[in-house]
């Protein structure tokens, strides 16, 4: 189980874009079938699938965040990255990188997610975002 690695600036701004960064030692981010997720924990809360970029750099993200989010990936560095912009308090959050062995479910409603932790075979630590002026 590889243990990923989230880094983040910590304390941002209202209307601001943060960018987040994943590494991943000892795997490769374009081996194949590799679904690297971002995931975020609003205090108090759940959590909450952002989308994925996959080992061939295709992305999906979630509806509830698509128009805000951007996910790319450095393979020299073996690093994703995370984009959200026009950030507001509500946007505070844990961030997690997790990989996942396949796709999420597609369900008959429309609704595109993983349905357990379980479905996530590596994560990271996690990385604390605050919204605040």
């Known amino acids: 189980q590889v243990r990923l690695q989230e880094s983040g600036p910590g304390l941002v701004k209202p209307s601001q874009t943060v960018s987040l960064t994943c590494d991943v030692p000892?795997?490769?981010?374009?081996?194949?079938?590799?679904?690297w997720s971002w995931i975020r924990q609003p205090p108090g809360q759940g959590l909450e699938w952002i989308g994925y970029?996959?080992?061939?750099?295709?992305?999906y993200y979630s509806p509830a965040l698509k128009s805000r989010t951007s996910f790319s990936r450095d393979t020299s560095k073996n690093r994703i990255t995370l984009q959200l912009s026009s950030v507001t308090p509500e946007d505070t959050a844990v961030y997690y990188c997790?990989?996942?062995?396949?796709?999420?479910?597609?369900?008959?409603?429309?609704?595109?997610?993983?349905?357990?932790?379980?479905?996530?075979?590596?994560w990271g630590q996690g990385t604390q975002v605050t919204v605040s002026s």
């Open positions: 997790a990989s996942a062995p396949g796709i999420p479910t597609y369900y008959p409603s429309g609704l595109v997610c993983y349905a357990f932790r379980s479905d996530f075979q590596s």
């Open positions: 000892g795997d490769s981010i374009t081996t194949g079938y590799r679904y």
């Open positions: 970029i996959d080992y061939n750099g295709d992305t």
